[in-house]
């Protein structure tokens, strides 16, 4: 277990709860962390035989380790993927996948490289509800597709921050990693990385990166992308946490569909399909239709649907461990849908229409655009 925070403690109980599978090695900058972690661990195990370490390099080093699941903060996942894939693990890594779509790029190269089985932690694929829904819409049960709306989250904002002594226990340079040096504030580190751009990028990419998923599944659109992104967004004019908080994006794809990504004082949250015929709004609390005959419908086992009727995301990682199947949420998939995130950041913070080949993953004729499509490291850390 590689980041013991919210989602790493989360996925420690989570994986506890599976007969299969055994915590071998948890690690974690934050020491707090790691004995909070050991603490659930030493509750169902009843002994003290899991290690723990500070660095990543010390678990992925270890022979006796077969997977990781991997919970760190956005600028800290391409790093250790590359390097746990070359060492044939396998991965259940967390979304979004990348902090940059360079990143996202290197990271699915090397798993294809080095054949390891890989879940994105977009769990939303495991629920019912938007399995339900994006077999609808694919299976043209509201005609044809014309729009989809995604409703995220505003990004909260904080006042300027005095730098605070480093707490003991908290290996902060590590933290920091690749990312610019910035002196340590308690409302940088942890949960808040989320909402500063050296880290992360916003409810867009926090949020976003479930509901653009599920958009992309309907949509039929797993492994391609939007031709054009533009939009706007309001950013903080001081303060700590830097990204866009309200905020409107449109995409358009090839096949003339609109992609409507914004806040939920435009949309509401989840995901609705706008057909010719009707309408499909999935949420984590249901679904509804227009028609309401559509929560009728059922599917054969010839239909377009291609989906999965698999419940837990953590299972089926397990299950295609053994069989070296491929899982619910690849890496490919979690890719292309946060790709579409990261252009609508560039979009928002040069105020200008992005136009994206999907095919080559290229911006067109826009160099300083290009340049935002990877980030310079600090010294001592490459891919």
């Given amino acids: 277990m590689l980041g013991l925070g919210s989602m790493g403690l989360r996925h420690v109980k ?25 603490q659930e661990i030493k509750q169902v195990y009843g002994d003290d035989g899991c290690a723990q370490f500070n660095d990543f390099r010390e678990l992925i080093a270890r022979r006796d380790v ?24 396998d991965i259940y890594g967390e979304k979004p996948l990348a902090l940059t779509i360079a990143e996202g790029r290197a990271m699915c190269d090397a798993v294809k490289r080095y054949g390891c089985v890989w879940q994105t932690g977009s769990w939303q694929r495991s629920t019912w509800q938007f399995q339900f829904g994006a077999e609808l819409v694919r299976n043209g049960r509201i005609g044809k597709l014309l729009k989809v709306e995604v409703g995220n989250p505003d990004t909260p904002t904080i006042g300027p921050q005095a730098p605070m002594p480093v707490p003991d226990g908290l290996d902060y340079e590590l933290w920091l990693g690749p990312a610019p040096w910035a002196p340590y504030t308690e409302k940088r580190v ?51 946490w830097n990204t866009a908080g309200k905020h409107h994006l449109v995409c358009r794809y090839a096949n003339g569909v609109e992609l409507f990504i914004g806040d939920r004082s435009r949309y ?16 984590r609390s249901g679904i509804q239709t227009e028609p309401k005959s559509l929560l009728r419908e059922s599917f054969s086992a010839g239909s377009a649907r291609n989906l999965s009727d698999r419940q837990d995301h953590r299972r089926n990682f397990l299950d295609c461990i053994k ?16 790709t579409v995130a990261h252009l609508g950041n560039i979009a928002m913070l040069l105020g200008r229409k992005i136009r994206w080949n999907p095919d080559a993953e290229q911006i067109l004729d ?12 600090r010294e001592r850390w490459t891919l």
């Fill in 366 to 377: 826009d160099p300083t655009a290009t340049a935002m499509l990877s980030r310079a490291y």
């Fill in 66 to 89: 077969d997977a990781l699941c991997i919970s760190l903060p956005d600028h800290w996942h391409a790093i250790p993927v590359i390097m746990a894939a070359r060492a044939g693990k």
């Fill in 323 to 338: 069989t070296r199947a491929g899982t619910i949420a690849p890496i490919e998939v979690a890719h292309r849908s946060i």
């Fill in 190 to 240: 942890h949960w808040n990385f989320r909402w500063m751009y050296d880290y992360s990028g916003g409810q867009l990419t926090d949020n976003g990166a479930h509901d653009i998923d599920i958009a992309h599944w309907g949509m039929n659109c797993d492994y391609t992308g939007p031709v054009e992104v533009e939009g706007t967004g309001e950013f903080p004019t001081d303060g700590l």
């Fill in 14 to 38: 989570g994986f506890l709860q599976q007969y299969d599978c055994r915590i071998t090695v948890v690690c974690d900058v934050d020491a707090f962390r790691r004995k909070e972690a050991l």
């Fill in 268 to 283: 509401p949250g989840g995901v609705r399909w706008i057909g010719e015929r009707g309408w499909i709004h999935a949420t």
